[in-house]
């Protein structure tokens, strides 16, 4: 595909944009293109991302073939458009919640694999990573195992939202069979103090889900899209909700709804807007990747269509560096064909 796009103009029926102006979507007319950077050194799917300065951390990994955890640890420096490998994490896991706090980096849950069988584990393992040393320590357990949530800072305070578990009598973190109904998607909410560390429990989210987007804009939480029923997509269905959550008032609302429908997104917050691109989604009838691009600003909860991503994808790394969203490697087709595998290393960015 080439580097270069030609700017793209929006041309739409008289009928459609009065359908679409319902849902308070603006086009960009002339804005610029996304481009190609270094890719990632190893291809791999489900990955997540995380910024520090001029340097964005990836981590996880899923083999798609042997559905065992990587636990890839890398670094990308924006200066020198470079990446560095770095110590794996402790206990490989895909499917982990990841975020930047004051020069660090925070890592909870997540699923493993216990045993030659294609099950996922939910973890309630938590750690701490210190890029200065490139050391890695545990901290407090969360409440209870989880894979596939998402976590928040707000006021100093890491919240850590939805998410999937078992549903076994022997408990949340009880293996779970690949495909199979034997768990919960949650709403649960949990706060860490890293001062402390120490956990408490909070309202949970009015829908439960798993494999969404959050940000934070103006002290608020945004959930937004994701997995609902199952964790695993080939049992699932895809939620367009977006509920806020306030951390003050430990409340949530019901605000809106997204343009498009999907789970395993990834995105950023800049500006006080929340960017959300990729996703995937499987029925009777598709197997497919998202390429769509959409910014929502909660001020005025409206949204924002621009150019989409180059290379349709889920389960990717994402992560804003100053006004560049940066996204790397994941899985350019929907997963679960057998013997079949299609994770990629590209690593493509938008200047906001």
Do not use: C
Request: charged share 20%; aromatic share 10%; glycine share 10%.
């Amino acid at each position: 595909m080439p580097k270069d796009f030609s700017r793209r103009r929006f041309l739409i029926t008289a009928s459609a944009l009065g359908a679409m102006s319902s849902m308070n979507l603006s086009f960009s007319q002339t804005p610029p293109n996304w481009e190609f950077l270094p890719p990632l050194p190893e291809a791999s799917g489900e990955l997540v991302g995380a910024t520090i300065g001029n340097t964005m951390y990836v981590m996880a990994g899923l083999d798609d073939i042997e559905f065992s955890p990587k636990g890839l640890s890398y670094k990308y420096d924006k200066a020198t458009k470079a990446w560095t490998k770095l110590q794996n994490m402790p206990l490989p896991a895909h499917h982990i919640a990841l975020v930047p706090l004051n020069g660090k980096l925070y890592v909870f849950g997540g699923f493993n694999k216990p045993n030659p069988e294609k099950e996922w584990k939910p973890l309630d393992n938590a750690w701490e990573y210190t890029p200065e040393t490139d050391i890695w320590k545990a901290i407090a357990p969360l409440p209870k195992a989880r894979g596939a949530a998402q976590a928040v800072v707000a006021g100093g305070k890491i919240y850590l939202i939805g998410g999937a578990r078992s549903n076994s009598k022997n408990g949340p973190g009880t293996p779970i069979p690949r495909g199979s109904n034997t768990h919960i998607v949650i709403g649960d909410v949990d706060e860490y103090d890293p001062a402390t560390n120490k956990w408490r429990s909070r309202t949970p989210m009015p829908t439960p889900r798993n494999h969404f987007i959050a940000g934070e804009v103006g002290g608020k939480i945004y959930a937004i899209n994701g997995r609902i029923g199952a964790v695993f997509v080939i049992a699932s269905d895809v939620t367009d909700v977006i509920e806020e959550y306030d951390p003050v008032s430990d409340t949530w609302l019901l605000v809106g709804r997204a343009p498009t429908s999907r789970s395993d997104v990834g995105g950023g917050v800049y500006n006080g807007k929340i960017y959300i691109t990729g996703g995937e989604y499987q029925d009777t009838k598709r197997k497919m990747t998202f390429w769509a691009f959409e910014a929502y600003d909660p001020a005025t909860k409206t949204w924002q269509i621009l150019p989409h991503i180059m290379v349709a994808r889920h389960g990717f790394a994402a992560a804003m560096m100053g006004n560049e969203l940066h996204i790397v490697g994941g899985s350019f087709q929907s997963d679960g064909m057998p013997g079949a595998a299609s994770p990629i290393p590209s690593h493509e960015y938008y200047k906001l």
